[in-house]
């Protein structure tokens, strides 16, 4: 039997708050606003609204409180949880529980297992009060297991229709980051063509904080596992400064853009931090990375510092020009080939193939890397065509070069110090962690919007909430904006294919600002910040803390 420990009960009394708008959903009516223009160039625009005949320039929609009260029929709604785990996606689906039973309690929801998978392999349970009590307010995605299988073809999404036409589903919700609300968007064109009743909505899930734009402020989980990661931070930091011993090289997870890195270096101010796209824009080669983290190492050590922290974005090696270029070339040989590719078996026959199809520059890249690093990119690719960056460690690859750096620059006379180093790799220990007070509400409020967009009939739109900032919940507005205005045109597997247009750090935007301000003093000095853990109990100023990028977005100070 599974028992529940005293903070899960404890935890799960909490009564998430909600927007007014979403009070009374038998009151609450979609009113139709302008939808902004997006900010992709004309032409790409084009090919979108080509690739969406059906469901593009929709137009954004705001819940209103509409004082006459509707009867509902009963509806069904089926869930999917997909890609990695963040604080707070059971929230949502009892958000869209308790909102679904209230306006008709002989409405359904089904919750299919194992991501997207579930649909085609038609497992699913059916979900009610009872079981969702457990689930109230806690991390994880294991009600219902999550997974990462894309669905695209025609024969995939004739599969879907059929599942989901035969149990009678009115919504299908897709819980998940940029590719799989992609998945959301290309599914809800597919059966609004085909004249099929099922509607489909997204809802913006992930802790690297990519799925961001002019409608989406923040994505879910991302606060709540960078508060974790910040702690775990913190504790190390206070390691560092108590044994003065070592260095400690931190890659966070992130898979592309380094929003949650740059997140928790605002909460815990290490020495250095590593922004990809930073390194990007300056065009840096990992020559030029590697010397100015060698300055930061020597200067310290004239100090006496030989310790400290340093915080290394997951998605940093795609970023480094030629490493970029690399990978994608890589991509392409690996995407194009992928039958052959995989019959061969030992890593020489590997690397020997991938090296004979790159380009001269490329290759010569790929020859000079360590070979547990090159092993590392020959690995297989995820569904949607990304490299799995999670699983190459490129602290190791910095060490080693910061490593022979130092050794010259000992040789010369110009370093006296000791460079010993500790690695870590934070990912996994904050994807389920219990959800602060923000994420809880937030999560429940995104589930009641559901529900609100799947009375107001609408097909390819995601649950958005806004105001995100403010902590009187009751200021909180919720819309729903069509999927479609959030693509852009990108290169996946060596194709040209629409998705929804991940958000990165761009050097303007004030969290970068305010990291630039500081860089020198946190990198010279040691002022840690040890974060202290989220708090659930307690004074608002504890528990309903808000995300320092969301606070530096809005103008506030942060502490
Ligand atoms: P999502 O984009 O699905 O939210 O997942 C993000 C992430 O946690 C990345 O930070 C990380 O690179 C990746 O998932 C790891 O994936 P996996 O769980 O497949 O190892």
Known sequence: MITSTAFEKFRRSYQPRYPKSLRSLSNTEAQEIAVMESSIDAEQKEMIKKLFPATYGQPALKMVVNEGKKEEKAMTIAVVLSGGPAPGGHNVICGICDGLFSVNASSKVYGFLGGASGILDDKCIELNLDIIERYRNTGGFDLLGSGRTKIETPEQCERCQKVLEDKGVDVLVIIGGDDSNTNAALLAEYFKEKNSKVRVLGVPKTIDGDLKNDYVEISFGFYTATRLYAELIGNIGRDALSTRKYYHFIRLMGRSASRLTLEVALLTRPNITLISEEIQSMKKTLAEVIDEMVKVIVDRADKGFDFGLVLIPEGLIEFIPEMKLLIQELNKVLGENKEFFDTLSSFTERSEYANRHLSKDASYVFSNLPVDIQRQLLMDRDPHGN?????????????????????????????????????????????????????????????????????????????????????????????????????????????????????????????????????????????????????????????????????????????
């Open 387 to 559: 490299v799995q960056v999670s699983k190459i460690e490129t602290e190791k690859l910095l060490i080693d070069l910061i490593e022979a750096k130092l050794k010259e620059l000992r040789a010369k006379g110009r370093y006296k110090g000791k460079f010993s180093c500790q690695t870590h790799f934070l990912g996994y220990e904050g994807r389920c962690a219990a959800p602060t007070n923000f994420d809880a509400d937030y999560t429940y409020s995104l589930g009641l919007n559901v529900v609100a967009l799947s009375l107001a009939g609408v097909t390819g739109y995601m649950s958005v909430i806004k105001n995100l900032v403010k902590t009187n919940r009751d200021e909180w507005e919720a819309y729903g904006i069509p999927l479609s205005a959030m693509m852009n045109m990108e290169v996946r597997n060596g194709k040209q294919v629409p998705v929804i247009k991940k958000s990165l750090v761009s050097l303007e935007e004030k969290p970068f600002q305010e990291l630039l301000r500081h860089r020198q003093n946190w990198a010279q000095n040691n002022l840690y910040r040890f974060a202290e853990p989220i708090q659930y109990l307690g004074d608002g100023s504890v528990c309903d803390s808000v995300s320092p990028t969301l606070l530096l977005e809005n103008d506030l100070m942060i502490e």
